[in-house]
């Protein structure tokens, strides 16, 4: 059957059509980690759980990284918190009393908005 070239499209029986596939070239470099962190050392010790040891051993002498990182992907790791609440105190003597007069103007709006916008809770 006929195709029509660079259409950008195939149509039914295009032979540009590859229905195999992109061939597979191999392992992946995570696979290859997986597989050997998955080696039996005996029947249920595993070089993961080798790792594992030394980790919780490094953490028990003292090694906060250690600990850390197994806190982390044992419990979850606690999220970052960011504090907005905390307002910086600006020294307004600096100003002239027009943007003095234009600061307190801004300010009041602000407050303004605040109260009559919807909350989140």
């Known amino acids: 059957m006929a195709y029509k070239a660079n259409s950008g499209s195939f149509t039914k029986g295009d032979p540009r059509i590859n229905r195999s596939g992109r061939k597979k070239v191999g392992d992946t470099l995570a696979a290859k980690i997986r597989d050997a962190l998955d080696e039996k050392l005996s029947e249920d010790y595993s070089n993961l759980d080798s790792i594992i040891d030394a980790a919780v051993k490094k953490a028990l002498k003292g090694d906060l990284t250690a600990f850390e990182i197994l806190a982390a992907r044992g419990y979850g790791k606690v999220p970052?918190?960011?504090?907005?609440?905390q307002r910086k105190e600006f020294d307004l003597s600096?100003?002239?009393d027009e943007e003095l007069a234009t600061f307190m103007a801004l300010r009041q709006k602000m407050e303004d908005d605040a109260d009559t916008s919807p909350t989140d809770s």
Do not use: F
């Open 94 to 96: 600096k100003l002239t």
């Open 80 to 85: 970052d918190r960011i504090d907005l609440t």
